[in-house]
């Protein structure tokens, strides 16, 4: 490894490379922890289970798929769930006077 000579740097010569070696370091950690994790996930795979199921820790979740609650009456490719931003179809039916249970799919019991 090549010596610096601090001494004669200039403090933001001296910033930089502390900015740099911090960088470093973090990446030499992440890297290492990745290895680390990968082993440990190859291990319990080995064994039957997985990384989750030992530690008790929840895994990778998949988000699961709300089925369609709402129908257009026209065009039945055109669904939604009820949740998040209500499609145009919705929303200009709303305004209209139309009700929601209109366009259910099953009414709920």
Excluded: C
């Excluded at 997985?50 to 065009?75: C, D, F, I, M, W």
């Amino acid at each position: 490894m090549a010596d610096i000579d601090l001494n004669r740097m200039s403090l933001d010569d001296l910033k930089k490379l502390q900015k740099d070696v911090n960088k470093a370091i973090d990446g030499y950690e992440d890297k290492q922890r990745k290895a680390a994790l990968a082993a440990a996930e190859a291990a319990a795979r080995e064994m039957g289970f997985t990384l989750a199921q030992l530690t008790g820790l929840p895994g990778k979740t998949t988000k699961s798929v709300s089925p369609a609650k709402y129908r257009h009456p026209e065009n039945a490719e055109q669904t939604w769930t009820g949740r998040g931003r209500q499609p145009d179809w919705m929303k200009d039916a709303l305004e209209n006077g139309q009700s929601k249970d209109e366009f259910l799919i099953s009414p709920a019991s």
